[in-house]
């Protein structure tokens, strides 16, 4: 008999990180006959209440980090806010998928933008930012409004703000911390789209559908699979997420956000290498999801084809208002609700979210995904009616 491919069945996958990624991330590691053992500074973390083990520690902490690579046989990390000097000390003791150079680049605007922009593909334009001299004169040359963002720490709008005049450059600079910054010229696009591309150890990847996202007070509310935009510019997105895991020689999963702008252009914002918000739909309208790629990516198994069963939106459960809709929720034909297991609903905190199906190419207009979406349909205020590119 020949010797199994990859990471044997009943092994032990590290997750550094205890969120809902991680938490995700084990349920489809257990389908595949593993145990995830968490890495959290947090008690009863979401991954950590589906996983075998866990050591609570910090990401900076030397004998925690020792202390859980002695637990596992493969690592991978849930989100990029944590320690890549860690993950160092972590990859001189067991296999770390991705590896901390792919995490160093995307844990930084400016070095992700400048690796982007030197394999050729496209970004907003931009410019470093160090001081209020360097302000003026990226403000003079990319022109107002523009975005002033953090390199390091943002997510979900945070670490960014709009300047629309010079009066706003001071206080947005004393702001945002830490620096250096960025300023980004704004771009008209007509919307954003996504790609999630799982590689495996042998370089051989694949990519699922390109997805449409339509945001609120700057946090992901709806993701629509596929992406409401013509098959070429699909078809360009899908080329340059792979392009960019290539590019990186990843191993594991990359979500690339991108806008599509008026004019058809595709331009990255940034990249992800992990499961991400946007790939949540195709654990239910997809034979293998992004965290059953993930996964079978880390652990060095053959990787399926991305394809979906179905068209799909995700919509986000935030806050409490939307987890108080719960009951409602699951008494709501065709919603499939999953919950992350958080304590505490505080406001803009992601605490769920629910899949609505259709048929293979059967995504309807606004006003029938709202009434798919039922008593979260009040809550969306329509946000499905992002316009298609023409």
Not at 42 to 57: I, N, R, Y
């Amino acid at each position: 008999m020949s010797a199994p491919r990859g990471l044997a069945p009943n092994a032990t996958i590290g997750i550094v990180g205890g969120g809902q990624l991680g938490r995700m991330s084990a349920l489809a590691a257990a389908r595949l006959g593993y145990r995830c053992h968490i890495l959290t500074p947090e008690p009863d973390s979401p991954a950590a209440q589906v996983s075998a083990g866990v050591t609570l520690g910090a990401f900076e902490d030397q004998a925690a980090l020792r202390a859980f690579a002695s637990h596992v046989d493969v690592i991978t990390f849930e989100f990029e806010n944590v320690s890549a000097e860690g993950l160092d000390l972590l990859a001189a003791l067991k296999p770390v998928h991705p590896s901390p150079a792919v995490l160093r680049i995307s844990q930084d605007r400016a070095i992700e933008k400048t690796f982007l922009n030197g394999i050729g593909v496209a970004t907003a334009p931009w410019l470093a930012v160090t001081d209020m001299a360097s302000l003026n004169q990226a403000a003079s040359r990319l022109g107002l409004p523009a975005i002033l963002k953090t390199t390091r720490l943002g997510y979900d709008g945070k670490g960014q703000t709009m300047l629309r005049t010079e009066a706003d450059f001071a206080a947005a600079f004393a702001e945002l911390e830490p620096k250096p910054l960025v300023l980004e010229g704004l771009v008209d696009f007509a919307c954003e789209i996504s790609v999630i591309v799982a590689r495996g150890t042998d370089g051989g990847s694949t990519a699922f559908d390109a997805v449409e996202n339509s945001h609120r007070d700057h946090i992901l509310d709806m993701t629509f699979a596929p992406a409401r935009i013509p098959a070429d510019i699909a078809a360009e997105a899908r080329d340059i997420a792979r392009k960019v895991a290539d590019a990186l020689d990843l191993v594991g999963l990359l979500a690339v956000e991108m806008f599509v702008a008026a004019d058809g252009r595709v331009l990255v914002n940034e990249i992800a290498p992990r499961p991400h918000n946007s790939g949540h739909w195709s654990i239910d309208a997809c034979p293998a999801s992004q965290f059953d790629l993930h996964i079978r990516a880390i652990a060095g198994l053959p990787l399926p084809q991305a394809t979906r069963h179905a068209d799909a939106v995700m919509k986000n459960l935030v806050g409490p208002e939307e987890t108080a809709l719960w009951p409602e929720l699951l008494a709501t034909p065709g919603l499939i609700p999953h919950l992350y297991g958080k304590a505490e609903a505080r406001p803009g905190r992601k605490m769920g979210h629910v899949t609505r199906l259709f048929a293979l190419g059967g995504l309807p207009g606004p006003f029938a995904i709202a009434a798919a979406l039922g008593p979260l349909a009040a809550q969306d205020e329509m946000a499905a009616s992002n316009p298609a590119i023409a």
